[in-house]
């Protein structure tokens, strides 16, 4: 499956963006979609996940609460809304997928064989 993310940008703290991850290649309702980030010199670390139907959702404790992921199967696309962006929140984001992840490893990074070419978020203060 290939992933193409957008809709990076540069934001004001407090402000809000939209990224998309929009898939091909396979049928995309049978992965379990993720994204990653990293931010310059940290570790690609985990940020949200969706099941395929939907009804699953999973948030890294850092953006609970700020973030939602979504998807749109008739898409074969992922978004994920965040809210109340914090300069923390800078890094370069991925989008992951993958059909075999089972719930105990969503947030492992090592788990998602296909990825996506990040698209840059930059939270002004």
């Known amino acids: 499956v290939q992933l193409q993310a957008s809709g990076g940008g540069l934001v004001q703290a407090g402000g809000s963006l939209r990224l998309s991850c929009a898939a091909s290649g396979r049928t995309f309702s049978s992965y379990v979609m993720a994204w990653f980030r990293q931010a310059p010199g940290k570790e690609r670390e985990f940020v949200a996940a969706?099941?395929?139907?939907?009804?699953?959702?999973y948030y890294a404790d850092s953006v609970k609460g700020r973030f939602t992921m979504s998807r749109d199967n008739a898409k074969d696309t992922v978004y994920l809304q965040m809210n109340s962006l914090k300069p923390e929140d800078t890094a370069i984001y991925y989008c992951?997928?993958?059909?075999?992840?089972?719930?105990?490893?969503?947030?492992?990074?090592?788990?998602?064989?296909?990825w996506g070419q990040g698209t840059l978020v930059t939270v002004s203060s």
């Open positions: 992951a997928a993958d059909s075999s992840v089972i719930t105990s490893s969503v947030r492992n990074v090592r788990a998602y064989a296909y």
């Open positions: 969706i099941g395929w139907s939907g009804s699953n959702t």
